[in-house]
């Protein structure tokens, strides 16, 4: 490995066996557990740390599977601190069960013992697609296939797994662990198509055509926001998604270093402050940043980065101008960006950077409903669903859920949405088999 991509190593490191059934033992195992009410999915985090406690390791995974079909990735990625373990009795004292890192502890040890095999039903109840692979996607798709659906994910890039493989970046969650857990949803039966953008290369129409009885919606928001202001236009003023995904490609040996938008020694600059920020600042000092300054118009309080994630990021070396606002793109004459003007609390200033990332929000695309006749979407393209069936937009048969509906969030806030469309669309399309008979 050279030393770039060893600058991604994963950050936390995992637990141990011993130091695993340990922590698990610390559980009080609480009559009414404030931790699983904190969980958006209700994952029955006692019951399966109970059993972790007590060595049965294909038992606790076997109760997390019937929540989660991405616990190797809750267990790294999600807001523990605001969810599960924020939640925790002991937290107050500082004491709180590491919840997250047990998740994932029993979900690795799954994934390397391959200790679960599901029964699993025919796929005779319907066909159903399903559009971007990302958490919404692939929880749709492991839920129905488990209960007896024939699914197929049709996905745009050529890897599987959204934002998880191409956005949040190898130190946090390494695209190996990715890889695996959607290994394990191919093994419910779960069919990838991938390279194939819908609203290109097909349209929702002609899957209908080919006998889906139902279609889920989980693209995201693909689109980033940019900047209305003079010098926008500037080469080196690039889009943080970009560059996330660039060193994503680039750790997995699929492009060559040059082909990622930062040199070493940049003075870069990211505009925004929320966890894509602290991703796209903390990944640009693993690529070799003279300087990274994270330009944020609010205060510190107003951020929106989890504390744990801003905390990383300072202790890292990011450096954090508050209550200023961008105001103008500096350029030279060939057009390339080398500074910016902004309104700070001591007055107007001019800043020199080599490299400017915006990390300023996101929105969906709109390459699916400006093909199809019939989904809604409202004033900002998010996809308008309903409550009966849950999850169906205006276009009978048609389903959404996750980012593409809620706008951003978490990965198992996606998750949730997309278990209650599952059940959704297992609804529907029962309902229409009857009324064929
Ligand atoms: C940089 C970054 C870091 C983040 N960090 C965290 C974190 O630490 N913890 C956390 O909980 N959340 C985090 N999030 C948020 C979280 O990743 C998202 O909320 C979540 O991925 C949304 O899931 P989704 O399935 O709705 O959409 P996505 O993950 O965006 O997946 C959408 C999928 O649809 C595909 N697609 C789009 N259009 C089409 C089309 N027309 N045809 C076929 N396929 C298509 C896309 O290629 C993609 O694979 C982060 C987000 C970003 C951007």
Redesign the pocket.
């Known amino acids: 490995m050279n030393e770039a991509k060893e600058t991604f190593r994963e950050l936390n490191e995992s637990f141990t066996t011993k130091e695993a059934i340990d922590e698990a033992k610390r559980c009080l195992n609480c009559k009414n557990p404030s931790c699983k009410k904190g969980c958006p999915i209700e994952n029955d985090i006692p019951g399966f740390i109970h059993q972790l406690s007590m060595g049965n390791m294909g038992d606790a995974m076997r109760i997390i599977n019937e929540k989660s079909n991405l616990p190797a990735i809750c267990g790294r990625?999600?807001?523990h601190e605001k969810q599960c373990q924020g939640h925790c009795v002991l937290y107050a004292k500082g004491k709180g069960i590491q919840i997250g890192k047990l998740e994932r502890f029993i979900a690795d040890f799954d994934t390397e013992m391959s200790l679960i095999r599901e029964k699993l039903p025919q796929k005779t109840r319907g066909k159903v697609a399903v559009?971007?692979?990302?958490?919404?996607?692939?929880t749709v798709a492991g839920d129905l296939a488990r209960q007896g659906f024939s699914v197929t994910i049709?996905?745009?890039?050529s890897e599987?797994?959204?934002?998880?493989?191409?956005?949040?970046p190898e130190y946090?969650?390494p695209k190996a662990v990715v890889a695996k857990e959607i290994e394990k949803i191919e093994a419910l039966g779960v069919n990838f198509v991938l390279n194939?953008?819908?609203?290109?290369d097909i349209t929702v129409d002609q899957m209908f055509e080919q006998g889906y009885d139902a279609i889920f919606i989980?693209?995201?928001?693909?689109l980033p926001k940019s900047l209305d202001i003079p010098g926008n236009k500037l080469r080196g003023i690039i889009q943080?998604?970009y560059l996330?995904h660039m060193v994503n490609i680039f750790n997995q040996n699929i492009v060559e270093r040059n082909a990622v938008p930062l040199k070493e020694g940049d003075r870069v600059a990211v505009i925004g402050c929320g966890?894509?920020a602290m991703?796209a600042a903390r990944t640009a000092v693993r690529m070799g940043a003279a300087s990274v300054h994270v330009i944020y118009h609010r205060t510190e309080a107003e951020m929106s980065a989890i504390p744990s994630e801003y905390q990383d990021a300072v202790k890292e070396g990011v450096q954090f101008l508050w209550q200023t606002s961008t105001q103008e793109f500096l350029g030279d004459d060939e057009g390339k960006v080398i500074g910016l003007r902004a309104a700070t609390p001591e007055g107007i200033r001019d800043f020199t950077f080599d490299r400017v990332l915006l990390a300023i929000g996101?929105r969906p695309?709109n390459?699916?409903v400006s093909t199809t006749t019939g989904i809604e979407v409202d004033d900002t393209g998010y996809v308008i669903v309903k409550d009966r069936p849950y999850g169906m937009t205006t276009r009978r048969g048609v389903f959404a859920?996750?980012?593409?509906v809620h706008r951003?969030?978490?990965?198992?806030?996606?998750m949730k949405a997309?278990k209650q469309v599952a059940a959704g669309i297992a609804q529907y399309v029962d309902a229409v088999k009857l009324l064929e008979e």
């Open positions: 990625v999600c807001p559009i971007g692979s990302g958490p919404a996607g692939l049709f996905e745009g890039q599987a797994g959204g934002v998880l493989m191409y956005g949040i946090r969650l194939c953008l819908v609203g290109k989980g693209t995201g928001t693909a943080s998604s996330l966890n894509v991703d996101s695309a390459r699916i859920g996750g980012d593409v951003p969030h978490t990965v198992v806030l996606a997309a």
